[in-house]
């Protein structure tokens, strides 16, 4: 399936990424930057993950971009310090995290479906 496609067939997304220098990555900007209408009234969430913030800086700086291509951007998240949940290479999630990522599906699912008439009528004009 292409790109344009699998985004276009999604109702939701949750980006998982990265922070680098108190910003998002490169390859991120990049997905975002190739589609328009594609993303246009989806809701997406953010699982991030890095040193010192957890990623949590660069969810900040991505909220900005993703309106500008009419996504809503949700409040809900889940932040991952590596430092402390990386044993031997694997995720070693706790409670808080288990909570934050239900909370975030939930949220997803919610504004999915309230965003989808929007979608709708967006395509007929
Ligand atoms: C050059 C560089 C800058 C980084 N800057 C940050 C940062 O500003 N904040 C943070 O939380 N982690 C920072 N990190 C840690 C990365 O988020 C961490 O290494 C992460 O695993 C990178 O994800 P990736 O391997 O999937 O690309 C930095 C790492 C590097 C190598």
Redesign the pocket.
């Known amino acids: 399936m292409r790109w344009s496609e699998t985004v276009d067939a999604a109702d939701a997304f949750v980006f998982v990424m ?5 910003g998002f ?1 490169t390859p991120l900007k990049n997905a975002i930057d190739f589609l328009y209408h594609e993303w246009q009234y989806k809701p997406v969430g953010f699982v991030s ?7 949590t ?1 660069a969810v900040q700086m991505i909220k900005q971009v993703v309106t500008t291509l009419k996504m809503y951007p949700l409040n809900e998240a889940v932040a991952i310090p ?1 430092r402390q949940r990386l044993v031997d290479g694997e995720l070693q999630p706790d409670e808080g995290m288990d909570g934050a990522a239900v909370s975030l599906l939930d949220e997803l699912h919610r504004t999915a479906v309230a965003l989808a008439p929007l979608r709708s009528t967006a395509a007929a004009l």
């Open positions: 990265p922070e680098y220098n108190y990555n993950y890095g040193m010192t913030a957890a990623g800086r590596l």
